[in-house]
């Protein structure tokens, strides 16, 4: 059998999907830097707060266990099984919450 040949997609349209892949790649790389940012500023927090490796260690492991278990319940607090689409109103609550702080 032999699937009929999709029409190609208007040239708008294919516009339009490689933006939205080129923000979501955006979006992507942003959240892994943001991740690392304790990494980074290591030397700094140690000396400023006279931490050895250790203590650092464990600050840095608390951070990522709260960012570990955060994620499930707000994942499905923005987008619960009974709405597959996910709740745009809760997102836009989440993003006017955030949108300051992350500007700074």
Known sequence: MSHPAA??????RRQVRWRILALLFAITVIAFIDRQTLSV???????????SN????????????????????????????????????RLRLVERRNGPWLVA
Do not use: C, K, Q
């Open 7 to 12: 029409a190609p997609l208007p040239p708008l």
């Open 41 to 51: 500023a290591a030397r700094l927090l140690r000396n400023t707060f006279h931490l």
């Open 54 to 89: 250790t203590d650092y260690g464990r600050i840095v492991s608390a951070f990522m266990l709260g960012m570990t278990a955060a994620e499930a319940p707000i994942g499905w607090w923005i987008s619960p099984p009974r709405r597959p689409l996910g709740s745009l109103h």
